[in-house]
C-alpha cells in the first residue's frame, strides 16, 4: 500500500524565519512528486518533482526530490503571513497513472 | 477563462437520501477526480476518469458512484447518505494522468 508521510504536522513560526517541510514516501513505481498549498478552499499546484537533485524554486519557496531516501522537501524563505496554510505532498505513480496518494499534511502558521 | 467549478457549495441532507454533487470542467481535460477530505487529513481518492466512459474506483469509493457521458462533467452520487460521508469534496482534473491536477472549489457536505 503506497504511503506518504509528511512532517511536522503543525509548525508556528515568526515572519522572517525560514521553514522546512517534509515529505517521505513508500510507493510502487514512482513518477512523480507534487507539492500543494491549501489555503481555506481548494489546494493550488506548487510544484511537481520527477528527477532527484534538481532543486524547482518559485520566489522564495524552493523544493527538491531525493529519490534514494524517498524523501522531499519544502522551502519556505523568509516567510510572511500570506504562507499561512496546510502543504500537501503527493505521489503519482506510472501505473494506475493519475491515482495520486496524499499525506496529511503540514500546518504552517506564520505569526507577524 | 477555462476554469472547473462544484456545486453546490454547500448541502446539508439527511440520512439515507440520494445526493448528487455536480463538478464541470472547461478546460477539455481527459482525466478527472473526486476527493474527499476530512478534518486534519489530507486527500482521498473516491473515483475517477481517464476519459468519457471511463470510470474507476479509488480507495474509498464504497458508497459512491460517478459516470462519465461527456468530457466536461463528472457527477458524484451518493446513493444513500450516511453521516460518515459528512466531509468536503473536491473535484479536479488534469489533461493527463501524469500531470498536475487542477482542484475546483469544494462541496462542504453534511448528512445528518
Known amino acids: 500500500e503506497d504511503k506518504v508521510v509528511q512532517s511536522p504536522l503543525s509548525l508556528v513560526v515568526h515572519e522572517g524565519d525560514t521553514v522546512t517541510l517534509n515529505c517521505s514516501y513508500e510507493?510502487?513505481?514512482?513518477?512523480?512528486l507534487l507539492w500543494y498549498k491549501q489555503e481555506k478552499k481548494a489546494p493550488t499546484f506548487l510544484f511537481m518533482l520527477t528527477s532527484s537533485g534538481i532543486e524547482k524554486k518559485s520566489g522564495r519557496l524552493s523544493s527538491i526530490l531525493d529519490k534514494k531516501e524517498l524523501f522531499s522537501i519544502l522551502n519556505i524563505t523568509a516567510t510572511q503571513t500570506g504562507d499561512s496554510a496546510v502543504y500537501l505532498c503527493a505521489v503519482l505513480r506510472r501505473t494506475n497513472a493519475g491515482k495520486s496518494t496524499f499525506g496529511d499534511g503540514t500546518t504552517l502558521t506564520v505569526k507577524p | 477563462d477555462a476554469e472547473i467549478t462544484q456545486s453546490p457549495r454547500h448541502k446539508i441532507t439527511e440520512t439515507g437520501r440520494q445526493v448528487t454533487l455536480a463538478c464541470h470542467q472547461t478546460?477539455?481535460?481527459?482525466?478527472m477526480f473526486w476527493y474527499r477530505q476530512d478534518l486534519g487529513h489530507g486527500l482521498r481518492l473516491i473515483h475517477y476518469?481517464?476519459?468519457?466512459?471511463?470510470?474507476n474506483k479509488g480507495e474509498v469509493s464504497d458508497g459512491y458512484s460517478v459516470s462519465r457521458s461527456n468530457t466536461e462533467d463528472l457527477p458524484l452520487t451518493l446513493e444513500s447518505a450516511a453521516s460518515s460521508q459528512t466531509s468536503v469534496y473536491f473535484c479536479a482534473s488534469s489533461v493527463t494522468g501524469l500531470d498536475t491536477q487542477y482542484f475546483g472549489p469544494g462541496t462542504r457536505l453534511t448528512v445528518l
Open positions: 478546460w477539455n481535460h481527459n482525466n
Open positions: 476518469s481517464y476519459g468519457v466512459q471511463d470510470t
Open positions: 510507493v510502487t513505481n514512482f513518477r512523480s
